[in-house]
């Protein structure tokens, strides 16, 4: 499933977390293609991102949220 990003925030370890529109998040650097794309170490290329849509594998596996939605 398509899920917009919506913001990002880094983990404890610094690396970059999409949040998605579903409530799940996705670490960007994680998952190729994404690996070492330099757009999400900054915050213009992050604010460009914003929108985009990632496949969320926790959707389609019907995983409960990784944050609450308001
Ligand atoms: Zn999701």
Redesign the pocket.
């Known amino acids: 499933?398509q899920?917009p990003i919506t913001g990002f925030h880094q983990d404890e370890e610094d690396h970059w977390v999409a949040e998605?529109a579903?409530?799940?998040n996705q670490h960007v650097r994680h998952d190729p293609p994404w690996m070492s794309r330099p757009w999400v170490t900054t915050r213009t290329g992050r604010e460009s991102m914003l929108g985009y849509r990632l496949t969320?594998k926790?959707?389609e596996e019907g995983?409960p949220?990784d944050r609450s939605l308001d």
Do not use: D, N
């Open positions: 499933m899920q998605l579903c409530g799940h969320c926790k959707c995983a949220a």
